[in-house]
């Protein structure tokens, strides 16, 4: 069975310009979640997707982010305009079911702003 | 608010040797509580997790953790290291309640073995 995959690795990209990142869960896995970690600082929760609908966006940064999960399956987390706080990891987790349960986390795309 | 510090940001044992990671966490009532580690490249891993019973809990690699509620800790323990363990360990809580299953983390330890 295939992991949470993420695309890209890594990405760098100019103050300004937009980046689109992308995130695969685990088939079968109504539950996704994007977390951030800034260098240096704690991983942090950005929001949480059961199927299509978002469940939880209040780690969501301001309104330059925009996530989407057309269809229930992956995912996309959109920055526009970029700015250089915004470097740093994404991670995306997936979960089978809403609750308690444990969350599988995939490698993280690696985004640098210059 | 809720929060988990993981007081070490590094740490360096000789393999063999053993080894244990701090994890303090700020929730007023039992949290569920995890261990994930990981390598270069890698995606976070879950080495093991607490959600009720017994507060020994053992995970993969030879690691286990104790959860103390007095202490509010959980730290994560193995008695031999292998140059292997050479990783990134985070804590993390799930204060979960109706509606919200996000992780809280702390800031990760750091851990280089040496041969």
């Known amino acids: 069975e295939a992991g949470v995959t993420q695309f890209p690795s890594h990405s760098v990209i100019e103050k300004g310009q937009t980046v689109t990142l992308r995130c695969d869960p685990i088939?079968?896995?109504?539950?996704l979640y994007w977390y951030r970690r800034v260098m240096g600082k704690e991983i942090k929760f950005l929001l949480h997707?059961?199927?299509?609908?978002?469940?939880?966006e209040s780690g969501m940064p301001n309104n330059r982010f925009l996530a989407e999960r057309t269809g229930g399956t992956y995912s996309t987390l959109k920055v526009q305009p970029a700015e250089l706080e915004d470097s740093g990891v994404y991670f995306c987790?997936?979960?089978?079911?809403?609750?308690?349960?444990?969350?599988?986390f995939g490698p993280g795309t690696r985004l640098t702003v210059t | 608010a809720q929060s988990v510090t993981q007081p070490d940001i590094h740490i360096t044992v000789s393999e063999g040797a053993s080894l244990e990671l701090r994890c303090n966490y700020s929730?007023?009532?039992?949290?569920?509580l995890f261990w994930y580690v990981q390598s270069p490249g890698q995606g976070l891993q879950l080495l093991l997790k607490?959600?009720?019973?017994?507060?020994l809990v053992q995970g993969i690699k030879g690691f286990e953790a104790e959860f103390k509620r007095s202490q509010s800790s959980f730290n994560l323990r193995k008695p031999s290291v292998h140059w292997s363990d050479a990783a990134e360990y985070f804590c993390a809580v799930g204060p979960w309640t109706s509606g919200t299953y996000k992780y809280i983390f702390g800031t990760g330890t750091r851990l280089k073995v040496l041969a």
């Open positions: 987790a997936s979960s089978q079911e809403v609750g308690i349960n444990e969350q599988y």
């Open positions: 607490y959600f009720s019973g017994d507060t």
């Open positions: 997707f059961v199927k299509e609908s978002k469940q939880d």
């Open positions: 088939s079968g896995h109504d539950n």
């Open positions: 929730y007023g009532a039992t949290p569920y």
